[in-house]
């Protein structure tokens, strides 16, 4: 949390800087060397509790509080209970984000530091693969750390990795890049029929899923027992979408004689 180089005033000691560091990178680029700054006479564990306690004003990701936390817990070595009580948060808030800064790997902590890694990333992607399995979460950030992904394309990722088998899963963490650019030309591929078969083709083609949908959940009803209310419940609902359905494509046909009845 200290400013590299210290932000100093005058003859005084050096001052840390707690937030702002996206203001000062910006000054520096734009190659001024002051910035207005608002100084606390206190030490940067109470700086840290006001931040958060203050953080109504200012919008945090979730990898960015758990940081924090954990830097007021080892410095001060508050409890969770007293950390919860100063910054004016629930005791449950403040385990919640020590469980998700124990969860990350070291490795990915620094990526998000550096910048090479997004706190959403790091919070909705890597400390869930680290607690589930924190060898695949170890290879994916040493292979992102070489062939960075973007949020989006992780996000992807990881929904695939979770509806993926043992084997794949190996090839995903060992190939993201791999998977990314074969998703993307099957997205492709599906966006050039889309054109070609145009609403018709379309139409067909959803008519055909609707019926293997419907193939699927009779196959799994007997395996039901007893049958879920939610089960029981959407038969008005469907018997009512379904003669609606069929009920517009009799009226169109109707209309357009001429057209293939099929």
């Known amino acids: 949390m200290v400013a590299d180089p210290p932000v100093t005033a005058g003859d005084k000691e050096p001052l840390v800087l707690i937030d702002g560091y996206r203001r000062v990178a910006a000054l520096r680029r734009l190659g001024r060397d002051t910035a207005r700054v608002e100084c606390w006479a206190c030490d940067v564990g109470e700086a840290l509790l006001g931040v958060l306690a203050r953080a109504q ?9 758990a940081l924090q ?5 080892q410095g001060l070595g508050l409890s969770q209970h007293e950390v919860a009580r ?14 998700l800064i124990s969860a990350l790997p070291d490795a990915a ?4 530091r550096e910048g090479r890694l997004s706190s959403w990333a790091a919070a909705r992607v890597v400390a869930p693969l680290a607690r589930a399995n924190y060898e695949h979460a170890d290879r994916l ?3 992102l750390a070489e062939a960075p992904l973007s949020t989006r394309e992780l996000r992807c990722w990881f929904e695939h990795y979770q509806r993926a088998s043992r084997a794949t899963r190996e090839r995903l963490v060992d190939h993201p ?6 998703h993307q030309e099957n997205a492709e591929q599906h966006t050039i029929e889309r054109l070609r078969n145009g609403p018709q083709g379309e139409c067909e083609a959803d008519l055909r899923r609707l019926n293997e949908i419907i193939a699927r959940v009779r196959k ?7 049958l879920p209310a939610a089960v029981v419940d959407a038969v008005p609902r469907l018997q009512t979408s379904f003669e609606a359905l069929c009920n517009d ?3 169109h046909a109707e209309h357009h004689p001429d057209r293939d009845p099929q």
């Open 57 to 65: 004003g200012r919008s945090f990701a979730a990898i960015e509080e």
């Open 69 to 73: 936390v954990r830097e007021i817990t």
């Open 86 to 99: 100063r910054c004016g948060r629930d005791v449950s808030w403040v385990s919640r984000r020590l469980q």
């Open 109 to 112: 902590v620094a990526a998000v």
């Open 141 to 143: 950030l040493r292979v």
């Open 177 to 182: 890049q791999l998977f990314v650019r074969a």
């Open 220 to 226: 799994r009803l007997p395996q039901l027992r007893p």
């Open 249 to 251: 494509i009799k009226c």
